[in-house]
């Protein structure tokens, strides 16, 4: 879904301003990479326009986190160094503070969910060596949130946010001059990943003041809109229920600086289901050789969703490539779902020989495949139900299927995405 926005003209928080950016932009050179920005043919085609990939998977922490943090520590002072920071992540943020961390000789203290993946807890240990102390609490970013504000009140240690402060926007900022630097001209419209909104508020602050005619579509997890809700209710809300699969985004409150920007700017908002996002990570990987995190492929699994002129120049933000290999198999199955190429069943099976082997030759078709088979229940009763897993050859296959099961005896009942039973299976 789209809300768009009606342009104001607010000032924005603390009073950002795009020499805030281009400030930042000098504390930060020299430290962050300076990522490339590619055109991709399959993209454009698909979408008969220009894309281009802004490769923030590339940064040395492999996220564009590091722009802001390090801007922010940067402007610390010596007393505030000596205290040592203290921040809450999902991951790439504590990344980007442990690497500025042991640039800076600073010590800090990172707290994460527990469900963090594994690969980001590692990667944070070698961007910040001993100069960082990692500190697991509660599932999501708001559980760790609030142990960080905990420590820094009980110790004077000084708070680094992920996204809630003037000085990370105006770091996550320096994408947008790079990216016009980079094409050499004003891009039509620029795609961005939303957690907490601390990079669409640096985009925001920066293109609206230098180059007002680019259309900046913001976008996120539909189990994890904070912004959509914030602005329909014209304040940021605390959303009642997140769905942390698309952990470098699920923030169940838009930050209050990055809200103060964002509403009445003109920036448009879109909700992109789980599912669209692992078919489009595994479109990078086999197709560009990139490698996204759920939060990295937010941009370019919402084009299929916007109205895009033909002819213009899109470019859609890589925003990181943290991603555990092990849940490969998850991001895989979700996209099979997504794409209507895998289905799950409770199959009442006669306790009996070749029960089994009947249901394979008068169910299945040509091209499909069983890829679990799990009884539910063994007992003495003349049927037993069983879940099974059927990959289809073609997502048309579905009606034929659903119809030869119903030609049968056997009675089944079908597991649909979104129900308790299918997110139990997940």
Do not use: W
């Not at 801007?71 to 203290?86: F, Y």
């Not at 409770?346 to 495949?369: I, T």
């Not at 037993?384 to 119903?406: D, F, Q, T």
């Amino acid at each position: 879904m789209s809300d768009q926005v009606v342009p104001g003209t607010a000032e924005f928080a603390d009073g950002l301003s795009a020499a805030d950016v281009d400030r930042a932009a000098q504390r930060i050179a020299g430290v962050i990479t300076r990522t490339p920005l590619e055109r991709c043919e399959r993209l454009s085609q698909a979408t008969g326009t220009q894309v281009y990939l802004k490769r923030e998977d590339l940064q040395v922490v492999r996220s564009y986190k590091l722009r802001g943090a390090y801007n922010l520590m940067s402007q610390l002072t010596v007393d505030e160094r000596a205290a040592g920071v203290v921040c809450a992540s999902a991951g790439n943020h504590a990344q980007g503070v442990a690497f500025a961390c042991r640039s800076l000789g600073v010590s800090g203290t990172i707290y994460l969910p527990r469900t963090t993946p594994r690969q980001k807890r590692d990667r944070i240990r070698v961007h910040g060596g001993d100069q960082v102390e990692l500190i697991l609490v509660g599932d999501t970013f708001d559980d760790a949130a609030e142990a960080a504000r905990v420590h820094a009140r009980d110790t004077g240690a000084v708070m680094v946010p992920p996204f809630d402060d003037a000085r990370t926007v105006a770091g996550q900022g320096t994408i947008a001059a790079e990216i016009i630097a980079e094409l050499g001209r004003e891009p039509d419209v620029i795609v961005v990943p939303v957690g907490g909104g601390g990079l669409v508020a640096g985009l925001t602050v920066y293109l609206r003041e230098r180059a007002p005619g680019v259309r900046i579509e913001a976008v996120e997890p539909v189990g994890a809109a904070s912004l959509t809700a914030a602005l329909r209710a014209g304040e940021p809300v605390r959303l009642a229920t997140l769905d942390p699969f698309v952990d470098g985004a699920a923030v169940r409150r838009i930050g209050d600086v990055p809200f103060s920007v964002v509403s009445g700017s003109g920036v448009s908002v879109t909700s992109v289901d789980p599912g669209a996002i692992c078919t489009e990570m595994l479109s990078l990987y086999q197709n560009e050789g990139i490698i996204s995190e759920p939060a990295g492929a937010l941009s370019v699994a919402a084009l299929p969703l916007l109205e895009l002129t033909p002819g213009s120049t899109v470019v859609c933000l890589i925003s990181g490539s943290n991603n555990d290999v092990s849940r490969y198999g998850e991001i895989v199955e979700r996209s099979l779902v997504h794409s209507g190429l895998k289905h799950y069943f409770l199959v009442d099976f006669p306790q009996e020989p070749g029960a089994l082997r009947r249901f394979l030759d008068e169910v299945l078709g040509p091209d499909d495949d069983i890829t679990l088979f799990e009884y539910v229940k063994r007992n003495n009763r003349e049927t037993g139900p069983a879940l099974v897993g059927i990959e289809l050859g073609s997502a048309e296959g579905l009606v034929g299927l659903l119809e030869r099961m119903a030609g049968t005896p056997m009675e089944s009942e079908r597991i649909e995405p979104g129900s308790a039973a299918y997110r139990f299976l997940m």
